[in-house]
């Protein structure tokens, strides 16, 4: 059995067909405005649409408010919400109820005194997002910076219900990530672009390949 791979921050019908061709079980798109993927709620309606079926459409927001989401989600058809902002568990399970989508919740993680929140939103939440803790600068955004954490702090940590790694993955770590954490489902990036916000088709390919080639531990 490979890896489940969602590449994230998709803005173009080129990089989502690549995405899609190379296998990626889930595709992400950015709602939030600071980043170099947002798109639009405009943008997210004409993209998402062009998914081809059986692959999860996930919509990544931060901190979104009810009307925000809401004008998302009327605009596009989405298929889970990755929250990826300070959302506590009770704002996920609110927004579970709201709109009756799967969410999974993004928690960054540094050191060991950060895990104790994925135990937290598990009870909340439909999946966990295990990513890097975003960089204490006022520039860095709350994920897509493209670093790493010390994976061996998840060495041997479950938390009862599906999880994804993410956090400065590329097509040469990847195996190692998910050999040193045991996770079965991996998301990227910064890591497939050749600038931020420009999806590289080749490393998309080459993602996906090193991926569906690695043994889940
Ligand atoms: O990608 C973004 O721009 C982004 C913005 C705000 C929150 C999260 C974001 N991306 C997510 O961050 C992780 C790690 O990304 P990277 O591979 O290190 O670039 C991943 O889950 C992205 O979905």
Redesign the pocket.
Known sequence: MSLRV?I??LRTPEALAAAASAGAAYV?F?S?PR???HLDDAGIAALAPLTPPGICKVL?C?NASDAALDAVLEAAPLDML?L?GAESPERVAEVRARYGLPVMK?VGVADESDLPALAEHARAADQL?V??KPPKTGAA???????AFDWRLLQGRRWGLPWML????TPANVTEAARLTGATQV?????VESAPGVKNLDRIAAFCAAAGAAVPA
């Open positions: 969602k994230c921050g992400g950015v939030f980043s170099p993927r990544l931060v990755q990826h993004a997002l990513d890097a955004l709350p994920g897509g910076n493209g670093i993410a956090g400065g993955l998301d990227v990036s910064s890591g």
